[in-house]
């Protein structure tokens, strides 16, 4: 009666924003896991929906590392704060990269004077990267990632 002798904390048992999944606390559902996979094989989009902690989370995580493919969360309560999924996808991208150079800013600045004239010029120059899509940014990171194996995003 062991198992039963030790009582579990509630963010022990309940971790969905954890990155992998609890084996010790997590109850195999394989026929969900079976349909899973095949749907995630087709070609339309998958939506997994159901009441708060019923497992949607561990569900996804356990199918996805089953079959090796590596995703990142896009949190869709931070999309509505930022206004946008793009946003968001924004967001996560930047947390998965180092910081990297968007642009710069130049100063020139001159001076002639000629007797009792004097004149002085100024110009500053703003100058930025354009910006790639932050979806196909996120792609790209997620194929290298995968070292050309499987990816996705999970929103």
Not at 74 to 81: C, D
């Amino acid at each position: 009666m062991g198992l039963f002798n030790k009582r579990k904390l509630p963010h022990e048992v309940f971790t969905p924003r954890k990155p992998e999944v609890n084996s010790d606390m997590y109850i195999s559902r394989p026929r969900l896991e079976k349909d899973l996979k095949r749907e995630l094989l087709g070609t339309k989009h998958v939506i997994i929906h159901g009441e708060s902690g019923c497992g949607k989370s561990w569900l996804y995580k356990k199918v996805l590392s089953d079959m090796n493919i590596n995703y990142e969360v896009i949190n869709l309560a931070n999309a509505a704060r930022y206004g946008s999924i793009t946003e968001e996808i924004k967001m996560v991208h930047s947390s998965l990269q180092p910081t990297r150079k968007t642009g710069y800013s130049e100063k020139k600045a001159g001076e002639l004077s000629a007797g009792i004239a004097k004149g002085q010029l100024e110009f500053v120059g703003e100058f930025s990267v354009s910006e790639q899509d932050p979806v196909e940014l996120l792609f790209k990171h997620l194929y290298k990632k995968s070292k050309k194996t499987s990816f996705g995003i999970s929103i």
